[in-house]
């Protein structure tokens, strides 16, 4: 059993900038998709962005000011957020996939609150 813990969220103003870590409990390697989703109140989950171990594409809210980026020797996938807007408010869920595996894997989320 794999477990993924999101970590790095808190209050931060417009403008301003947070890391968000996504912690897996065994190797990274053996996942080829992974992503980050966020979830606003009264709101569906959404996108934010996705690595498929070719390139990475972000949804167009987010595009030019996050950055989705891995550490393989310490098992952990990273948000940088950058520029952030009150509009980014939201719970922020880490999700990977294995290409030989329909089994998702989802964080427990880490909130992000953005005050204007």
């Known amino acids: 059993q794999v477990q993924l813990v999101e970590s790095g969220g808190g209050v931060v103003q417009a403008g301003g900038s947070l890391r968000l870590s996504c912690a897996f409990s065994?190797?990274?390697?053996?996942?080829?998709?992974m992503a980050w989703y966020r979830q606003a109140p009264g709101k569906r989950r959404e996108l934010v962005g996705i690595?498929?171990?070719?390139?990475?594409n972000y949804a167009d809210f987010v595009k030019g000011r996050f950055t989705i980026s891995r550490e393989n020797a310490k098992n952990t996938v990273y948000l940088q957020m950058n520029s952030l807007k009150p509009e980014d408010t939201g719970r922020y869920y880490c999700?990977?996939?294995?290409?030989?595996?329909?089994?998702?894997?989802w964080g427990q989320g880490t909130q992000v609150t953005v005050s204007s």
């Open positions: 999700y990977a996939r294995r290409p030989d595996s329909p089994r998702e894997y």
């Open positions: 690595n498929n171990g070719v390139g990475t």
């Open positions: 065994r190797s990274i390697f053996s996942f080829n998709v």
